[in-house]
């Protein structure tokens, strides 16, 4: 018989090394009860400390995120499209460092995991504080409204405060934290949270072929709509399939990086550094590069292996974007803290321009014709950077939803639609004084099922949005002669700053955000992603092949 040894499913062993700044030495202080010392703190701690999460997290980065972009630019393997992206990411972290844009249009979901000492007084309103910070932060600041309350099983309507957000706040039993209240922020926008996979395996994939295969056709579906270079993280094993995908988000937040790299027959959760290498390396060779062709895919990959029951083997896959969003806070006798970011991105900018990142850039007059713009097009090749000058429309799901209703009605499609090309996004507030807020590309994928129709119906020629799309998409485009050009995912701020110069309402303004605007732009960057041939940049790069990386056994 086993003797009883107390397993912990996630260890960290490694010492905390973030860097704290205070935020209030306010609100918390220590008292005597029960023969024990206790920290009592008081529920504006938790509002405050939240708000201010909320603020740095969508204005800042971590430092060490800036010097993987750095790190692309100085590298001299990488594509004159790899380091163009991050070029343009550091630009736009520099422009959301100012604290007036944020750096992502999706100002995302906000999701607080906490984990409370055993030692922790407060008024047990702990979750309505750190809710009321995030209502604070999204009410006083230019972030987006993109909850939708369900009305009926059909019908929905955007809260207009970003509420609901995800809180979990658990017991933390460990010795010397009893006094130690900690929290991990996070703003996850839709796209890299719809790049969360979960998957039900058996003990056939526990081996190196099996394994090699599932990667190499389940990385590459990823694609690029997520806004990559990602911090990918895969979980192999779990106790529970939600327990395998929660492990996922947070070890592509780096909150599992301490825990021990090799397993033990107590059956804790490990990190395979080996493994990681061997995954980033197979991702550098799929050819899709930092959204437009090269190898940065990936900053960085972490693999933790967890133990599982013998008749099941869950394996999760998660990315953080671009956009990486999160932020360590604690709060303890001494005050409450949040982990430092950069608020000098700058110093990651290298004295550079564009110019010398890519090849030649073909100028597009968006004030021509459609049918001139569309000759322009077809002359160019996928891959081919462009920039783009004039009028566009803004359209996204639920737009796109209406028009479909009126084309399936007998209507025609709306001139708009056919006169210009539409740029797939949903803007977040407009700052005083500026004409955009931040006003990155939203997801093209979620827009594939109308391309068809719409084209038919003199529409849609010219489509502007992030990542791959369906074979489907390329099929119209042959057929109808359209095109679909990709955006940079990330620079929503840049691209406010620097590229939009006036936007207007047109239609639907009852959709908030989901609009149909009308915008003004001014050098906007863009890529020939589909052509009116059919030509898809993504197709090769996308597809599983055979790997020659080995995956050790």
């Known amino acids: 018989m086993a003797d009883f040894v107390h397993t912990e499913l996630l260890p960290i062993i490694a010492p905390d090394t973030t860097e704290y700044r205070l935020v209030t030495d306010e609100g918390v202080r220590t008292v005597e009860a029960a023969g024990a010392q206790f920290l009592q703190v008081e529920s504006s701690v938790l509002d405050l400390l939240t708000y201010e999460a909320i603020k740095d997290i969508s204005h800042y980065l971590r430092p060490a995120h800036l010097a993987q972009l750095r790190s692309i630019i100085d590298d001299a393997e990488a594509s004159p499209n790899d380091r163009f992206v991050a070029l343009d990411l550091l630009k736009n972290a520099n422009i959301a460092a100012g604290g007036v844009l944020p ?57 207009g405060t970003n509420l609901p957000a995800q809180i979990e706040i658990a017991l933390d039993l460990h010795a010397g934290r009893e006094q130690e209240y900690s929290l991990l922020y996070i703003a996850k926008g839709g796209g890299s949270a719809n790049k969360s996979f979960l998957f039900q395996e058996t003990k056939a994939l526990l081996n190196p072929a099996s394994f090699r295969a599932f990667l190499d056709k389940n990385l590459r579906a990823i694609g690029t709509s997520a806004c990559p270079p990602y911090h990918l ?32 027959t107590a059956g ?26 090269g190898k940065y895919f990936c900053h960085d990959v972490r693999v933790v292996r967890l133990p599982r029951h013998g008749a099941s083997c869950p394996v999760a896959i998660a990315v953080s974007c671009s956009a990486d969003r999160q932020a360590k806070a604690k709060i303890t006798p001494e005050g409450a803290f949040l982990e430092v970011l950069e608020r000098d991105p700058a110093q990651f900018l290298p004295e550079v321009t564009d110019d010398h990142l890519a090849d030649e850039v073909v100028r597009i007059d968006l004030n021509q014709t459609m049918a001139q713009i569309r000759q322009q097009l077809s002359a160019l090749p996928v891959r081919t950077r462009v920039s783009l000058t004039g009028p566009m429309i803004v359209a996204r799901d639920i737009a796109h939803a209406r028009i479909k209703e009126m084309l399936d009605r007998g209507e025609p499609m709306p001139d708009y639609m056919r006169q210009h090309c539409v740029y797939y996004a949903g803007p977040a ?46 099929k119209a485009c042959k057929e109808h002669g359209g ?26 303004a009852d959709l908030g955000m989901e609009a149909v605007w009308k915008i003004e732009v001014r ?11 059919g030509n898809d940049f993504y197709e090769s790069t996308l597809r599983p092949v055979a790997t020659t990386i080995p995956v050790r056994g």
């Open 268 to 293: 804790h959760g490990f990190r395979d550094l080996d493994m990681e290498a061997e995954v980033l390396q197979m991702t550098r060779e799929f050819g899709i590069g930092a959204q437009f062709g």
């Open 483 to 508: 095109f679909y050009l990709g955006s940079i995912g990330g620079p929503a701020a840049r691209l406010a700053q620097d590229c939009i110069t006036k936007v207007e309402v047109l239609d639907f």
């Open 429 to 474: 507030k407009t700052p005083e004084g500026m004409a955009s807020g931040s006003f990155g590309p939203t997801t093209a994928g979620r827009m594939d099922s109308y391309v068809d129709q719409f084209q038919a119906a003199g529409g849609s020629f010219v489509m502007l949005a992030k990542g791959n799309r369906s074979t489907a998409v390329s």
């Open 103 to 159: 750096m992502c249009q999706d100002t995302g979901t906000a999701l607080v995991s906490g984990k409370r000492g055993q030692h922790i007084l407060t008024d047990g309103g702990d979750e309505e504080a750190i809710e009321r910070g995030v209502f604070r932060a999204y009410q006083s600041l230019n972030l987006r409204y993109s909850q939708l309350a369900p009305l009926t099983m059909w019908e929905e309507r955007n809260t």
């Open 233 to 264: 993280a895969i979980v192999v094993g779990g106790t529970s399939a939600e327990h395998t995908l929660k492990t996922a988000k947070l070890a592509s937040t780096k909150a599992l990086d301490g825990l021990p790299t090799h397993g033990s």
């Open 523 to 533: 050098d906007f960057p863009a890529f020939v992603i589909i052509d009116d041939k």
